[in-house]
């Protein structure tokens, strides 16, 4: 029987919990013990998991039931296993080493961040700041269409210059923000100019009001020109490495 994947985590804390799963399927979340290991899993009856809204929402809200457990190491989502037979001959193998890993998860959570700029209020916020840039923009206001067109070319390139120094001044007051909690971090690669930040802290769970109340004050001093979306908790993906091939190989 295949079985579409949620976590592994320690057999004397894996309880299965009521909660919609990844379908198609007609069956329920299972925790199958695997020496001190348990597996989370659950029937699934296609060869791969569409990743629709409701799937993607019934991956997440179990893996976080899960984690309110004790600690786990999710597995992304559309994991699939031929048979939960041929799992456990190669979770078994390791059991040593994820036991370990686990270990260090105990009583941590990961914090999901990401923070982007409101583009027209940032760039009204380093026009103001810069009295060169208002300078140019006055000018361009001001002067012949030709001459205009490239003032503000000019001016373009100008603020591209500063919106770089003002992404790197966030990703500085985040990491100054988070320093008494963070114990490991992740920044993810950015590919837009109004992304400031993308990334995970791992942080103690007893630490979460507190990190949530330093973020909300940040993001009320800064929420004329910044937006905020924080995950918290959240599964500690960004900071456990598993394999499970070949046995199991993501949709």
């Given at each position: 029987?295949?079985?579409?994947?949620?976590?592994?985590?320690?057999?004397?804390?894996?309880?299965?919990?009521?909660?919609?799963?990844?379908?198609?399927?007609?069956?329920?979340?299972?925790?199958?013990?695997?020496?001190?290991?348990?597996?989370?899993?659950?029937?699934?009856?296609?060869?791969?998991?569409?990743?629709?809204?409701?799937?993607?929402?019934?991956?997440?809200?179990?893996?976080?039931?899960?984690?309110?457990?004790?600690?786990?190491?999710?597995?992304r989502f559309g994991m699939i296993a031929p048979s939960i037979a041929?799992?456990?001959?190669?979770?078994?193998?390791?059991?040593?080493?994820?036991?370990?890993?686990?270990?260090?998860?105990?009583?941590?959570?990961?914090?999901?961040?990401?923070?982007?700029?409101?583009?027209?209020?940032?760039?009204?916020?380093?026009?103001?700041?810069?009295?060169?840039?208002?300078?140019?923009?006055?000018?361009?206001?001001?002067?012949?269409?030709?001459?205009?067109?490239?003032?503000?070319?000019?001016?373009?390139?100008?603020?591209?210059?500063?919106?770089?120094?003002?992404?790197?001044?966030?990703?500085?007051?985040?990491?100054?923000?988070?320093?008494?909690?963070?114990?490991?971090?992740?920044?993810?690669?950015?590919?837009?100019?109004?992304?400031?930040?993308?990334?995970?802290?791992?942080?103690?769970?007893?630490d979460e009001a507190a990190i949530i109340a330093a973020i909300e004050r940040y993001d009320g001093e800064?929420?004329?020109?910044?937006?905020?979306?924080?995950?918290?908790?959240?599964?500690?993906?960004?900071?456990?490495?598993?394999?499970?091939?070949?046995?199991?190989?993501?949709?």
């Amino acid at each position: 029987m295949p079985a579409y994947l949620y976590a592994i985590l320690r057999a004397a804390e894996a309880q299965a919990v009521d909660l919609p799963v990844v379908g198609p399927s007609t069956g329920n979340l299972q925790c199958t013990p695997m020496g001190r290991l348990a597996l989370a899993w659950s029937p699934i009856d296609a060869p791969e998991a569409l990743p629709s809204r409701r799937n993607m929402l019934a991956h997440t809200k179990i893996l976080e039931a899960m984690n309110r457990q004790g600690p786990i190491l999710p597995c992304r989502f559309g994991m699939i296993a031929p048979s939960i037979a041929a799992l456990e001959k190669l979770v078994l193998p390791q059991q040593a080493s994820l036991l370990d890993t686990l270990s260090g998860l105990e009583g941590r959570i990961e914090l999901g961040l990401r923070i982007t700029l409101h583009e027209q209020a940032t760039i009204a916020r380093i026009v103001a700041s810069e009295p060169r840039l208002r300078e140019i923009s006055q000018r361009a206001d001001r002067a012949h269409p030709r001459d205009a067109h490239r003032l503000r070319l000019d001016l373009g390139r100008e603020v591209a210059s500063h919106l770089a120094a003002t992404r790197a001044a966030v990703a500085r007051q985040v990491a100054s923000l988070l320093a008494d909690w963070a114990e490991r971090s992740v920044v993810h690669a950015t590919s837009d100019d109004l992304t400031a930040f993308h990334g995970a802290f791992l942080v103690r769970a007893a630490d979460e009001a507190a990190i949530i109340a330093a973020i909300e004050r940040y993001d009320g001093e800064n929420s004329d020109w910044l937006a905020i979306r924080c995950v918290l908790p959240a599964p500690p993906y960004n900071f456990v490495a598993f394999s499970l091939a070949p046995a199991a190989a993501a949709a």
